[in-house]
């Protein structure tokens, strides 16, 4: 068997290739022609199987260590047809802090057809263990899955996937994770005890902020058979142009992920230093070591967040970087920043937001490939232009003394 990285540019060729072409083909044919009458093609409309698709859909199996794999047109029609699974009058534990498309699809979509969401910190696992439980002499019935990130956005907590998946399987519910944050290069779930992985292909895996697309991968041939059917119903499927550039990116992920990582940390350790920088949020510092490997993580991903000093606006800093765009998403080979209050996060009540920990002082930073120095610089210069403007608004107060008196501390 081929090692990772030999798998993230081969894959497993589906056996169709009859010309020496070093890339597989892309189909774009939606019919495929019988035998004859009665025949049973491999393939015979593209909803149901498209061999484009099916080698992305067999590549993300193998690297994910799951059994069966399938593309969506988008992240949360992977999610949405995931979810389909599951049957009026289900419970399902879902961590606190989820994606906000995920959020609204539980709370504003599965509710109304009759899926009980319960919110939980999954790093409380007396609470997560309660949830799942329920409580049958009350007529809870145990939750039929506990839904979760690994890396939890934007305030980067570990979740630990072995221990929720252990507390799940003791009371026979399936463990989904959302690997997206995480990419099998950092982190197999399955292989900690997941039933089913979960992908925005959107950021890391395709990694060039060129193409929406969702993965799926199950540990069994049972789920995967519901899974199959959702996609083939729905059919919420990845079309086969899209299916290649996600390939594509997979290629690269790792020397993608390696540099982004880099990068993120140093950054991250610049933050640590400087006077505007109130607290910096990225499991990749040193310290976090310990914690990463017994969750099971490889690395810390290439996404942080970090809080300004009070006073401070982060929209002057933001406003004013050049090498770092203003935008959302992650994962990809340009450097983004955005500010979660106004833009990832804004539909979340304010209440709701500074009780997860989402300050309005919060800026997150997704690092791509770009050199470290220039990256460094961008922020520096934005720093000094936020630092200029707060000595303007206040101008009246002797700023020097509440720095040393430790109002910023
Ligand atoms: C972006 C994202 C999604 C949704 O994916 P789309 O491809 O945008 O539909 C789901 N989960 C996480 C963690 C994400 O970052």
Redesign the pocket.
Known sequence: MTRFNTQLVHGLPIGDNATGAVNPPIYNSTTYAFDEVGAMPRYDYARSGNPTREFLERQIAQLEHGTRGFAFA??????HATLSIFEPGDRIVVGKN??G??YSLFHDYFSRWGLTIESVDTHDFQALETAIAGDREHGVSPAKAVYF?VLT?PLLDVNDVRGIANIARRHGALTIV?N??VTPYLQRPLDLGADIV?H????YLAGHSDV???LVVTLSEEVGNRIYFAQNRFGGVLAPLECDAVRRGIQTLALRMDRQQANAKSIAQYLLAHPLVKTVHYPGLPGHEDELREKGLKGAGGVLSFEVVPGVDPADMLDNLHVFRLAV??GAVESLAELPCKMTHFELPREERLKVGITDELVRLAVGIEDEADLIEDLGQAFDIAYTKYIERHSDVDLFAQLTSGVFA
């Open positions: 988008s992240g949360l029609a992977a999610i989820i994606y498309g995920t990130e956005n959302d997206t944050f979960i925005s292909a959107t950021k929406n697309a969702g998403s992650l």
